[in-house]
């Protein structure tokens, strides 16, 4: 074989691959963007059934002192099969609106607001983002061990209402424990100290949102993370 054949063997050869190289850049390129789409789309989805959730009966069973909330739901959601950032947006999202109840649609927000408005926006809104971006935290670190993709997702969404309820009541202690307004609740529940209350307290309340985020949005999770083939 003369010099000049085989420099065309070896410049088909190189044009192959420079090809095969840009096909596959392509596929990656519109692998990405497929996933990007699908993440935005679940996102604002999530996004909507949170304020929907809010602004209407669904979203909160009022009680005569802490309202139970289900909000936690598609947050646990999102943040399990988007991620972590995912979830400290959504539950940013949550936390907002936590505080826009404060004004007017929430007696118990309303009163706090009333004692101290900067407070209260550190009870509703820092601790929903922590929740949210801890939870989908959980979930990666679950999914680098040995337990089942199912364990795992039952496990963070069971993990979600628990974060909340204890972020939500450990700031709630910090800044408004030594209220008239909380201590008539302290006297009331007859508890000596910080933790009976938040144990008094919460009681029924944070075992029902645990119990529904732990069916509900493990469902709907596993549901999910199958049809829109996330790991």
């Avoid at 959504?90 to 607001?113: E, N």
């Avoid at 450990?170 to 800044?175: A, F, H, K, T, Y």
């Avoid at 008094?200 to 199958?226: R, Y």
Wanted: aromatic fraction near 10%.
């Amino acid at each position: 074989m003369d010099a000049g054949l085989r420099n065309e063997h070896a410049s088909v050869i190189l044009n192959n691959v420079v090809k095969l190289h840009i096909t596959r850049k392509e596929e990656e390129t519109m692998t990405q963007k497929k996933f990007s789409t699908k993440y935005l789309v679940e996102m604002a989805l999530l996004v909507a059934i949170i304020l929907i959730m809010a602004f209407t009966p669904i979203g909160y069973i009022r009680t005569a002192g802490l309202e139970i909330t289900l909000i936690v739901v598609p947050v646990a959601v999102g943040a399990v099969t988007l991620g972590p950032a995912a979830g400290a947006i959504l539950g940013g999202v949550f936390g907002v609106t936590s505080f826009i109840q404060c004004f007017g649609m929430s007696p118990f927000g309303a009163a706090l607001l009333g004692i101290n408005g900067f407070l209260t926006f550190l009870v509703c809104v820092p601790t929903r983002i922590l929740m949210g971006w801890l939870t989908g935290l959980i979930y990666k670190g679950l999914r680098k061990t040995k337990l089942p993709s199912g364990a795992s997702v039952t496990i963070s969404n069971l993990c979600c209402p628990l974060l909340n309820t204890t972020f939500f009541m450990g700031m709630l202690v910090i800044g408004f424990y030594n209220t008239e307004y909380i201590q008539s609740f302290v006297s009331a529940l007859g508890a000596k100290n910080a933790l009976l209350f938040i144990l008094a307290f919460v009681g029924v309340n944070g075992l029902v949102e645990a119990i529904v985020c732990f069916v509900v949005g493990t469902a709907i999770s596993a549901a999910l993370k199958k049809a829109l083939k996330y790991n």
